[in-house]
Nanobody, 115 residues
Framework: QVQLVESGGGLVQPGGSLRLSCLASVRNFNIATMAWYRQAPGKQRELVASVTREYTPTYADSVNGRFTISRDNGENTVYLQMNNLKPEDTAVYYC?????????WGRGTQVTVSS
């Protein structure tokens, strides 16, 4: 059974930073595509960033240049470093693991950017 556990969310002032972590309890983590999504109140869940098994990252335009996704295959963990946070980044952030057509989700961690 695949389990994804996010951590690192919290309350931060505009311009601040947070680092999210997602620990995956899964075999063959190294071949999965990992991603972070977010969902703000009243909005659809959106892709924030993803990283392939070849370590190729992609970013949503809204976070490009501010967020960095990385993975540590030895620790079965994916990270999201978030810098220069803005109020519009406020959302629940979800970790996603994909093996082909199989998708798995974490329970999410709240990020609130407010002064």
């Amino acid at each position: 059974q695949v389990q994804l556990v996010e951590s690192g969310g919290g309350l931060v002032q505009p311009g601040g930073s947070l680092r999210l972590s997602c620990l995956a309890s899964v075999r063959n983590f190294n071949i999965a595509t990992m991603a972070w999504y977010r969902q703000a109140p009243g909005k659809q869940r959106e892709l924030v960033a993803s990283v392939t098994r070849e370590y190729t990252p992609t970013y949503a335009d809204s976070v490009n240049g501010r967020f960095t996704i990385s993975r540590d295959n030895g620790e079965n963990t994916v990270y999201l470093q978030m810098n220069n946070l803005k109020p519009e980044d406020t959302a629940v952030y979800y970790c996603n693991l994909r093996f082909g057509v199989q998708n798995y989700w974490g329970r999410g961690t709240q990020v609130t950017v407010s002064s």
